[in-house]
């Protein structure tokens, strides 16, 4: 077996595992001991904390032009194609990013793919900080959609393959902290856009978006600093590679569990165990993977509209739409993700293990659908009353989304599969 496939990183912190040997003889018996573990005294709530921090920098580089898309088309003069493609850019970049990411994520594994991702993350934004022209932006915002695409798989996997399998903190809980991270990164955006809308002097205004882009390197380089100390391959994928001594390796130093390798075990690897391939994405639709593939890739993208037509273009609406200044605008958009979505996001966290994902997210669009309604009953606001109204429907819609499909999409990509395929199905189901 080539070390590309059997060598697997084990993180440098960690306590000594003390207590009795668990022996391991398989990938089922790594696998039994991850979904059992008690990450509250291990390093693998870190790696989840770390695997979180991908997601908050994918979320904070999709939404940091929701409120300077308009200086970067006063700066550079630009027609609506110009400023159509500048802002297009990442979304088509995540487009071909994810496919590559998934397939990546189960070629070579979760650290490699991972590690090199925040490195182009610094690149990427850096490029957009200093772009001199549209050109060189969009092309810096298309690399940038590229990590977001490949990190999201990989950060998946993450949360799935480091979480137990039952009670708080498990597996669906994990993937599902994926959404109230993402809605803290859109809300520290907001943030960030308030203090320097602040202390910025009216002459450099037009700095605004360029010190928002370039702020995107600062979570990269802070992964980029801790990622030898506390990050490792995920045992399961070691174990299912026939890497039984990595996967134990990895057990220590990261479960504080004092696992080791029998002297009869089975070192080849697991079978039947899928090599990586393009050809994957088609095993996606076969079997028993297709109808999980169509409930998740549905869900996805009824998802992915709704967030894209109300929570991304929030700031739009309200400075638009309502008619509001922009530090009204910054505010209220602000207290609406705070309050609501990612509050709804924690009530799913917290949920979860107990009420399911399906449950939820039914509920969730329950939410949007009755905020929708409300909207469109509403029409353009005439008065105060009826502008309050529209807010609360917005309000009505980001906590469904938190709560419901925003938080439980990721858990059909990414659970419904075996660790084989995670990658790609976590990729071709989050569209």
């Not at 045992?235 to 002297?263: E, F, H, K, T």
């Not at 105060?384 to 917005?394: D, F, Q």
């Amino acid at each position: 077996m080539s070390d590309l496939t059997s060598s697997a990183h084990v993180a440098l912190a960690g306590n000594t595992p003390q207590g009795e040997t668990p022996w391991i003889r398989s990938a089922a018996d790594v696998t039994r001991l991850v979904n059992n573990s008690n990450a509250s005294r291990s390093n693998a709530r870190i790696v989840i904390a770390i695997a979180l921090g991908g997601v908050f920098l994918d979320a904070y580089d999709l939404g940091a032009l929701a409120f300077g898309i308009k200086d970067v088309t006063r700066e550079f003069n630009l027609t609506p194609a110009g400023t159509g493609m500048v802002a297009s850019a990442i979304t088509f970049g995540a487009i071909v990013g994810a496919p590559i990411g998934g397939y990546l994520t189960d070629k070579i594994g979760r650290y490699r793919v991972f590690m090199a991702d925040m490195f182009f993350f610094v690149v990427a934004a850096l490029a957009c900080a200093f772009a001199p022209n549209e050109y060189v932006l969009a092309a810096a915002r298309f690399v940038m959609g590229l990590d977001v695409g490949i990190d999201l798989p990989v950060a998946m996997a993450f949360l799935a393959e480091f979480s137990r399998l039952r009670g708080q903190g498990n597996k669906a809980a994990s993937v599902a902290m994926w959404c109230p991270t993402w809605y803290a990164a859109i809300s520290i955006s907001y943030l960030l856009v308030l203090l320097l809308y602040a202390v910025l002097p009216e002459s450099h205004t037009d700095w605004l978006w360029r010190l928002i882009l370039g702020f995107g390197t600062v979570p990269a380089l802070l992964i980029i600093a801790i990622r030898s100390r506390y990050m490792s391959e995920s045992p399961i994928r070691a174990a299912n590679q026939g890497n039984l001594q990595g996967a134990a390796a990895i057990l220590r130093r990261s479960y504080n569990i004092n696992a080791d390798v029998a002297q009869d075990a089975d070192l080849t690897a697991a079978q039947p165990v899928r090599k990586a391939s393009w050809r994957n994405y088609g095993a996606l639709l076969r079997g028993v993977y297709r109808r999980r593939t169509l409930l998740a890739t549905i869900t996805s993208i009824a998802s992915s509209f709704a967030y894209n037509a109300v929570a991304f273009g929030l700031p739009v609406i309200i400075s638009s739409f309502l008619a509001q200044s922009m530090l009204t605008t910054i505010l209220v958009s602000l207290a609406l993700n705070l309050l609501f979505a990612f509050v709804g996001g924690l009530l799913a966290v917290r949920l979860v293990p107990r009420l399911g994902a399906w449950k939820m997210s039914v509920a969730g669009y329950a939410c949007q659908c009755a905020a929708l309604l409300g909207l469109a009953l509403t029409g353009r606001p005439a008065g105060s009353e009826e502008a309050v109204l529209a807010i609360a429907m917005l309000a009505l819609f980001l906590f469904g989304q938190g709560f419901g499909p925003g938080s439980h999409t990721m858990t059909f990509a990414s659970l419904s599969y075996p660790a084989s395929l995670r990658g790609v199905g976590s990729a071709l189901t989050r569209r």
